[in-house]
Nanobody, 123 residues
Framework: QVQLVESGGGLVQAGGSLRLACAAS????????MAWFRQTPGKEREFAAA????????YYADSVKGRFTIARDNAKNRIYLQMNSLKLEDTAVYYC????????????????WGQGTQVTVSS
């Protein structure tokens, strides 16, 4: 069992930056892969970024590539999402997820989810 708690969301102007964090507990961090997804009202949850269990490999959705960076600190059981050059369309609730297969892009591939943190980008 893995428990996930996100933090760091908020209101930011377009072009600005935010850093999300996800604190994990219940299992050693290196034993599971993790990812960030996002969701806006009326839409399905959308993949944003994923990172392997040891942090050595990452994968990004085209919509965030070059602007977002996912990282993990297994000693602290945390993952992060550094979001730069934010756009209005990045507004969403952001969720971290944990699973047992690396670099998956579908939400059904992940077994554990946090409660989400709201990111709002204003003009």
């Amino acid at each position: 069992q893995v428990q996930l708690v996100e933090s760091g969301g908020g209101l930011v102007q377009a072009g600005g930056s935010l850093r999300l964090a996800c604190a994990a507990s219940g299992r050693p961090g290196s034993t599971y892969a993790m990812a960030w997804f996002r969701q806006t009202p009326g839409k399905e949850r959308e993949f944003a970024a994923a990172i392997s269990g040891n942090g050595g490999t990452t994968y990004y959705a085209d919509s965030v590539k070059g602007r977002f960076t996912i990282a993990r600190d297994n000693a602290k059981n945390r993952i992060y999402l550094q979001m730069n050059s934010l756009k209005l369309e990045d507004t969403a609730v952001y969720y971290c997820a944990a699973g047992f297969r690396n670099l998956q892009v579908t939400d059904r591939s992940y077994d554990y989810w946090g409660q989400g943190t709201q990111v709002t980008v204003s003009s």
